[in-house]
């Protein structure tokens, strides 16, 4: 990264303490909604897919099944509407990119929890 | 290029350029060369790089040689010679017009170079097709091909200008300027912002 990306990006966008979680984990992500006027915190709990990008345009994927249906979530590391992040378990996977949990359902698509 | 959040909290993409410092160079007035006009350089270059013409003209503005030259025409004219300009003209929400050198791409086909569809389908018998040109004109009549058919060639290098680029945040102090979207180019090409 260029030496001028660093420097607006040590002006512009506040830093932020997120604990560090990778894919596999299983995470609850505090975003905040701004509906008309009023400004609410939302939970959205799910599994880590994958962690993107570097620095500051760095995102990470959250998926979670609601009602039956897959949800998928993409967010922004240094998001000013990540309000906080939750770890909740370590996963035990094998790979960083967990595209394979979409094609699965159920008992098969659980992801085994790491004993720390 | 990167992002940086809005306010509201918006992600939004922003190009990082570093607009100055611009020395002012030359002064041409209506009296001495029949139009008036600013000349103004940018980036440092070494003196046992110049030859002894670019190290005098320099001189003239007390500065090393540059670079870059550029001539504006009727423009600040209440400038002299040796002056700098900076990020400090431009204003944060103004609309500017940036114009640059595209990624040069080598030879292209029709399809990335002009936008054709290609010819036929993917399948049914046909094959090498999908990226065809397709007829280029008639036979015994004209019995030539047009001037201007748009056809394979080298793609890129064109001098384009991005009009309407909203200017989101402006760094005095580093001369840096950041303009909504990209610019053409690539990293650490030279461009050109007009008002």
């Not at chain 1, 830093?15 to 915190?41: L, M, S, W």
């Not at chain 2, 980036?43 to 030259?69: C, L, M, Q, W, Y």
């Not at chain 2, 091909?145 to 909203?166: A, H, I, N, S």
Request: charged share 25%; with cysteine; aromatic share 8%.
């Amino acid at each position: 990264m260029s030496a001028a990306v660093t420097y607006i990006h040590e002006q512009l966008t506040a830093k932020k303490q997120h604990p560090k979680f990778k894919a596999g984990d299983n995470v609850t992500v505090n975003y905040k909604i701004i509906e008309g006027g009023k400004e609410r915190i939302q939970g959205f709990r799910g599994d880590v897919l994958k962690i993107q990008g570097t620095g500051a345009t760095s995102t990470f994927t959250v998926r979670k099944i609601s009602d039956g249906v897959g949800v998928e979530r993409v967010f922004p590391f240094l998001s000013p509407n990540v309000d906080s992040i939750l770890l909740n378990k370590v996963g035990k996977v094998r790979r960083a990119k967990l595209f394979y949990l979409r094609e699965r359902s159920g008992k098969s698509a659980r992801i085994k929890e790491k004993r720390m | 290029m990167t992002s940086i959040f809005t306010p509201d909290g918006k992600q939004t993409s922003v190009t990082i350029i570093e607009a100055g410092p611009c020395v002012v160079t030359q002064v041409k007035t209506k009296e001495t060369d029949g139009y008036s006009a600013l000349q103004l350089a940018f980036g440092d270059k070494k003196e046992k790089h110049s030859v002894k013409a670019e190290i005098n003209h320099f001189s003239k503005a007390s500065t090393a040689p540059k670079k870059f030259v550029k001539e504006f025409r009727d423009y600040f004219q209440d400038k002299t010679i040796g002056e700098t300009i900076g990020v400090e003209i431009f204003a944060e929400g103004e609309k500017v017009d940036v114009v640059g050198t595209t990624k040069g791409k080598g030879f292209q086909g029709v399809v990335k170079r002009h936008g054709f569809s290609g010819v036929g389908e993917a399948s049914h018998g046909q094959h090498d097709r999908s990226r065809a040109p397709g007829s280029i004109g008639g036979s015994s009549y004209p019995a030539r091909v047009f001037k201007g058919m748009r056809m394979g060639g080298r793609m890129g290098c064109d001098r384009v200008k991005l009009q309407g680029l909203k200017v989101v945040k402006i760094f005095p102090e580093k001369n840096y300027i950041l303009v909504s979207g990209s610019v053409p180019g690539h990293i650490g090409s030279i461009v050109l912002i007009q008002k």
